[in-house]
Nanobody, 121 residues
Framework: QVQLVESGGGLVQPGGSLRLSCAAP??????????MSWYRQAPGKERQLVAG???????YYADSVKGRFTISRDNPKNTVYLQMDSLKPEDTAVYYC?????????????WGQGTPVTVSS
């Protein structure tokens, strides 16, 4: 059974930075075929897409994080990252990693347990 494990969250002051990691140890032979993405869910709000990176490398960012967040992947390490700079209080949320094979099985989504990010002074 494949699993996604997020890490790197924590408490930071406004204007600070964090780097989130999502490891997929069960994707040894197939990680490069998955589209990877980061979602977040703030208190009292629905989960929303933050950033995505396709297997071919194309990236997507929500308007609220453009210019501040950067998504990347390291296929040999089966890991996707989210570099978050110039953090704002409104970035406070639990961040979740997502994986989907858009070509083979687009109807199946894998999720991690989430890592909390709190931006506060």
């Amino acid at each position: 059974q494949v699993q996604l494990v997020e890490s790197g969250g924590g408490l930071v002051q406004p204007g600070g930075s964090l780097r989130l990691s999502c490891a997929a140890p069960g994707f040894t032979f197939t990680f490069s075929s998955y589209d990877m993405s980061w979602y977040r869910q703030a208190p009292g709000k629905e989960r929303q897409l933050v950033a995505g990176i396709a297997s071919a490398g194309r990236t997507y960012y929500a308007d609220s994080v453009k210019g501040r967040f950067t998504i990347s992947r390291d296929n040999p390490k089966n890991t996707v990252y989210l570099q978050m700079d110039s953090l704002k209080p409104e970035d406070t949320a639990v961040y979740y990693c997502n994986a989907r094979q858009m070509v083979a099985r687009p109807e199946v989504a894998y999720w991690g347990q989430g890592t909390p990010v709190t931006v506060s002074s």
